[in-house]
């Protein structure tokens, strides 16, 4: 017996350095996750309610008010999301997302009848599903797992909802003309859906490497070899919330975080309608939505990627300058120009899915992974208070001009004030107590 021990002990770290890193297929999990919570509530709501509208009627306004409140409640449960995570883990904020988009989803398909039925289910409910469930602890979990990568195993889980915007955006539209525009019944249908994610993350969500006897990166920190930017950084290095929050950096980094969600959540809540507006048919304005959540899918893949190649602020800026082209083809879009409304629609995708991904790297690779939930809730929530109102600003705009052209130039505005306040976002330095 004694000498089965003696062994055996040596073989078990052997054997747990040859089990294959969870990292990845934890990647691949997290895919699945924000294909199902962002996906189908968010983008597959924007077509949905367009529906509703007909039954429930309502001024522009109000209805933008309601991917308003979507996007403010985003980021104010956003800490809430954080202090879950800390004190239960990720896995118990997936489950706790999806039965609260599951009660939103429920409640519409059942229930309303009255706008503020609308704002109440979607605005509020849903949304603080959307925000235990997607952003928050993905983006958790990839900062704990990855730190060569961080960039690009961000981008792969948090594309999946631009692939479900491009799928579902058309399918929606097509199933709902089917049926006669009974958009209850896929109300109902995003029930049953984010059930399924409840038990995905359940079943497979692990919350760091350690638990499985692996470290980040699948190879041991001191072996690890560093891309040349991620050297002059210090990930995991023992910044505390407080300290960054000190730093201008953080402060420059929040407003480029508003000129990537502003444009982005006025665009989500009214492309459709300022589309139609513009003699485009409904099928083709649907289309249209699937080409921006195509072209989030490839911003994302393209912000990773240079997030892992090149200074980090020089990456967001890049992506934000989509955002003025797509804004110049969008108020010139027309019936007869159709090309230049799908341009638009890809151009402020691209630009969303580019700037997004560094947003939520950007923070890791500046102040480590410790703090990293604290400091990541407190952008969203930040960012959603500042930016929730896009959709209903857009409302007005229209419901006062009878087009949207005044807000697309307002969208260039904080897109620049957005570039300008980058160009501050230096690399910071963690302050060291003096040495007596």
């Not at 599951?102 to 503020?116: D, I, V």
């Amino acid at each position: 017996m004694t000498e089965t021990n003696l062994a055996g002990s040596p073989r078990a770290p052997r054997l747990l350095a040859k089990r294959e890193f969870y990292g990845w297929k934890l990647v691949a999990v997290l895919f699945c996750l924000d294909f199902l919570n962002m996906g189908f509530p968010y983008f597959g709501g924007a077509v949905i309610n367009t529906y509703m509208l007909r039954q429930i009627p309502m001024q522009r306004s109000i209805y933008g008010a309601g991917f308003t409140l979507l996007n403010l409640f985003v980021g104010l449960a956003s800490i809430a999301a954080a202090a879950v995570i800390i004190k239960w883990g990720a896995k118990t904020s997936f489950v706790v997302g999806s039965g609260l988009i599951f009660l939103g989803a429920l409640w519409l398909s059942f229930f309303a009848t009255k706008p503020w039925h609308y704002l109440a289910a979607y605005g509020v409910v849903i949304g603080t599903g959307i925000s235990f469930s997607t952003i928050i602890p993905a983006t958790t979990l990839v900062a704990r797992w990855f730190r060569r990568y961080r960039g690009r195993a961000m981008a792969i889980p948090l594309s999946a909802s631009g692939f479900a915007g491009f799928v579902l955006a058309p399918l929606l539209n097509k199933i709902l003309s089917a049926n006669g525009g009974n958009w209850r019944q896929a109300w109902l249908l995003v029930c049953g859906i984010v059930i399924v994610s409840g038990f995905i993350a359940l079943l497979f969500v692990r919350e760091r490497p350690e638990d499985l006897g692996q470290t980040v990166d699948g190879v041991r920190a001191e072996n690890a070899e560093r891309s040349p930017q991620m050297a002059k950084m210090d990930p995991d290095g023992d910044w505390t919330p407080a300290e960054a929050f000190a730093t201008r950096s953080y402060w420059m980094i929040y407003v480029g975080g508003v000129a990537c969600q502003f444009p982005y959540f006025f665009f989500v809540a009214h492309s459709i309608l300022h589309l139609r507006n513009a003699g485009i048919t409904a099928a083709l304005a649907a289309w249209a939505m699937g080409s921006l959540t195509l072209g989030a899918i490839g911003g994302r893949l393209i912000g990773g990627w240079l997030m892992d190649k090149m200074t980090p602020r020089y990456a967001f800026i890049s992506g934000l300058c989509c955002y003025l082209a797509g804004s110049v083809l969008a108020i010139t879009a027309r019936a007869d120009r159709l090309a230049l409304a799908f341009a638009a629609a890809i151009l402020y995708g691209l630009a969303f899915g580019w700037t997004f991904i560094c947003l939520y790297s950007i923070t890791a690779n500046f102040y480590g992974n410790r703090a990293y939930p604290k400091l990541n809730g407190m952008m969203m929530l930040l960012t959603g208070v500042a930016c929730s109102p896009a959709g209903w600003i857009g409302g007005r705009v229209f419901d006062r001009f009878g087009n949207y052209t005044a807000a697309f130039e307002l969208n260039i505005v904080v897109t620049v004030v957005g570039i300008v306040a980058l160009l501050f976002a230096a690399t910071p330095r963690q302050p060291r107590p003096m040495s007596i």
